[in-house]
């Protein structure tokens, strides 16, 4: 049974937007947080923002911060990634994840993206985004 579904994904021109979305089961989006990951060619999975569903307070990775905004639309248990200014060095593949039910997006906080993962137990199967120079 598929919990986080992403759609939203493909090709853009630098400079340019997209965004992604989060289609999340009742269950997954009971977690307290809910974040966007990627992994880039040739390097580590890294958190990029995150939301809590029940307060809408958020977090995000330096990498995006200014670019990148992270919202929802809780009657429909979605979580979106509005990424704008769109650079080459964004391209890679995105994933959706939820953390378990008691964990609060605060686990995040001050630690680097790249330790983030280990916070959440629910992925999405990833969607690829592409930015052309």
């Known amino acids: 049974q598929v919990q986080l579904q992403e759609s939203g994904g493909g090709s853009v021109q630098a400079g340019g937007s997209m965004r992604l979305s989060c289609s999340a089961s009742?269950?997954?989006?009971?977690?307290?947080?809910v974040g966007w990951f990627r992994r880039l060619p040739g390097k580590e999975r890294e958190g990029v923002m995150v939301?809590?569903?029940?307060?809408?307070?958020?977090d995000f990775a330096d990498s995006v911060k200014g670019r990148f905004t992270i919202s929802q639309e809780r009657a429909k248990s979605t979580v979106y990634l509005e990424m704008n200014s769109l650079k080459p060095e964004d391209s890679g593949m995105y994933y959706c994840?939820?953390?378990?039910?008691?964990?609060?997006?605060?686990?995040?906080?001050?630690?680097?993206?790249?330790?983030?993962?280990?916070?959440?137990?629910?992925w999405g199967q990833g969607i690829q985004v592409t930015v052309s120079s």
């Open positions: 009742k269950y997954a989006y009971r977690a307290n947080c």
């Open positions: 939301i809590e569903p029940g307060t809408d307070k958020t």
């Open positions: 994840a939820a953390t378990r039910p008691r964990l609060s997006c605060e686990v995040v906080a001050g630690i680097r993206a790249l330790d983030w993962a280990q916070f959440f137990e629910t």
